[in-house]
């Protein structure tokens, strides 16, 4: 497909990035770390707590150091880390990678069955766990190829005395440390005390070599390691970092708010994209407690928040989400699900900034098109491909569709994975024999080259032979003034097949099923109109915020 997009992006945006001066993460860092040592690289939200680039810097060479020297890891082996938003995370990201190994990052929500899978699939060797964690781990660690476990406490960033008593307040008060058994562990700050003294050789880690086994539930089946090389994770941080750096005030400090999970690939990929800007990015580690939320956000005149359209929704739906100060906000991004033009619209009302909509997946590291920064208002796209990206959209005989004309979105470029960790049919599965990922998603592009993602394959509902995409319908349904949260879903149906399910969080007590159906009924076709629908207290949600439909349609079931 021609690049049409190219001739619509913003002034100061290339057509291309230079791929072949991309090098390893670890370098990356370290010239960010060099060139900006005094400033604030990382802070807690919960607590306030700062650590500069430079401390970053020596503290991730001791992580690197311990791996290399104490435990004598071979570069390539795999590191499982699960932790949430904390500042240890950095600390052992950029350790790690500087070392030469693969990252595997790990949800910590995850259940015993989940983990044991992962690890396992992964073949990891050692892992990094938070001890509010631990007991999840102690009960698979056996089945696994886990060798040495390294224990981190929430509060090990701490000075020592606010540390001491962080520590008997989560453990002794709160209890938050359940009783777990790891024979062998190591404390996260007894690991900095040895990594310092046995000193770092530094390793030569090549752009193609493997940086994350970043597990997704993909376009197919089970959850499944996406191979992602330091070239394709760099590119991808390039070829967004060309797409805002017009629109960035770089005499400011650039503050990023980082609520989405650092071990989701949105967040990672954001966190590094400020971090060669000498940029601060504040962790939160429960975005979902919206108040609390809130007050972190009103401690700094903050440039970036990326996040998803259900936390979005949110903010916007506390009253005290509007006093807060937005004169520096630029780049509000909505990703991981789609926005609703309700929420955008409203999001833009109280900060005057436009809500950003792009579109990615895991195996893309993760963006491939956003729209441009300098729009006035909502579009209803997911914007235009990135500086080399190629997109073509296909019909169900591999062959590309008219511009205008829904397929299935395909995409080729620098950022596509490498592949799925051991599955090689599962990658062929998704590979075209021309080297395009078929991302399972129904797309349509318009004559400027803009994309609009009408939904999943697999959540597309078909009403007696009719395409009916969940997304529409929820952004329907969001328009009325008293709901707060949707979800759509198939539901079988005797006549046609299947029909629309709908799962609503109400704002106000007074909305019913019969006003919300005649809502529908002036706004959709008459097939698209929900059949039934069901008030619930609060939507099934992942740990990022999205809503999980699969949950809802289990529930159908």
């Known amino acids: 497909m021609e690049k049409i997009w190219v001739k619509h ?52 060479l001791q992580v690197a150091a311990y791996f290399q020297s104490v435990l004598k890891l071979a570069p390539g082996a795999r590191v499982a880390v699960m932790m949430p938003n904390l500042l240890q995370y950095p600390v052992c990201l950029f350790g790690l990678l500087r070392a030469g190994y693969v990252v595997v990052n790990v ?92 000193g770092f050789t530094p390793v030569d880690v090549k752009t193609g070599d493997l940086a994350f086994l970043q597990y997704t539930g993909g376009t197919t089946g089970i959850s499944k390691g996406a191979m992602l090389t330091h070239a394709n994770i760099l590119a991808n941080v390039n070829q967004v970092q060309v797409w805002l750096d017009p629109s960035l005030d770089k005499s400011v400090e650039l503050i990023s708010i980082t609520a989405i999970p650092l071990y989701h690939i949105f967040a990672l990929s954001s966190c590094l994209g400020f971090v060669s800007l000498g940029g601060t990015n504040v962790l939160v580690s429960d975005p979902r407690n919206i108040p609390a939320f809130i007050k972190v956000l009103a401690k700094y005149r903050f440039v970036s928040l990326p996040a ?160 009916v995409y969940p997304n529409e319908i929820e952004e329907v349904v969001m328009m009325h003034p008293d709901v707060l949260e949707v979800a759509a879903v198939a539901r079988p149906d005797d006549h046609t097949g299947e029909a629309v399910r709908i799962y609503v969080v109400k704002k106000s007590a007074a909305l019913t099923s019969e006003i919300l159906t005649a809502h529908c009924r002036a706004n959709l076709t008459n097939y698209k109109v929900p059949r039934q629908i069901i008030f619930l207290d609060e939507l099934p949600k992942s740990n990022v915020g999205k809503i999980l439909r699969r949950e809802l349609r289990d529930l159908v079931a």
């Open 107 to 198: 949800n910590p929500m995850y259940t015993p069955r989940e983990l044991e899978h992962q690890l396992k699939d992964s073949g990891a060797e050692a892992m990094i766990v938070v001890d509010i964690f631990a007991h999840t781990l102690a009960k698979v660690i056996a089945n696994t190829a886990v060798r040495q476990v390294i224990v981190t406490g929430l509060a090990d960033m701490l000075p020592w005395a606010k540390r001491v008593v962080a520590h008997w307040l989560i453990r002794k008060v709160k209890k938050a440390v359940l009783p777990y058994a790891l024979p062998g562990k190591v404390d996260f700050l007894d690991m900095l005390t040895q990594g310092a003294q046995a």
């Open 308 to 467: 998803v359209n259900t936390l979005f929704n949110g903010l916007i739906n506390d009253p005290h989400f509007a006093k807060l100060d937005f004169s520096q906000l630029r780049l509000a991004i909505g990703g991981g699900a789609a926005v609703q033009r309700p929420v955008a619209e409203r999001w833009q009302a109280i900060t005057k900034s436009p809500l950003v909509e792009g579109y990615g997946l895991t195996e893309c590291s993760p963006t491939v098109t956003i729209n441009p920064v300098d729009m006035t208002e909502f579009s209803g796209s997911v914007g235009l491909p990135l500086p080399s990206t190629e997109i073509s959209i296909r019909g169900e005989d591999g062959l590309e569709v008219n511009l205008g004309e829904a397929g299935e979105l395909c995409v080729r470029g620098p950022q596509v994975m490498k592949g799925y960790w051991n599955r090689a049919a599962e990658t062929a599965q998704v590979m075209t024999q021309d080297g395009y990922l078929r991302t399972g998603d129904v797309a349509t592009m318009d004559a400027q080259g803009f994309i609009k993602i009408v939904d999943r394959k697999k959540d597309m509902i078909l009403v007696s032979g009719f395409n």
């Open 9 to 60: 992006y913003s002034a100061g945006v290339p057509a291309e990035i230079d791929v072949n001066a991309l090098g390893s993460i670890g370098d990356y860092f370290s010239n960010a770390a060099a060139q900006f040592a005094s400033r604030r690289a990382f802070i807690s939200g919960a607590t306030g707590q700062v650590i500069r680039y430079d401390e970053l810097d020596q503290m991730s």
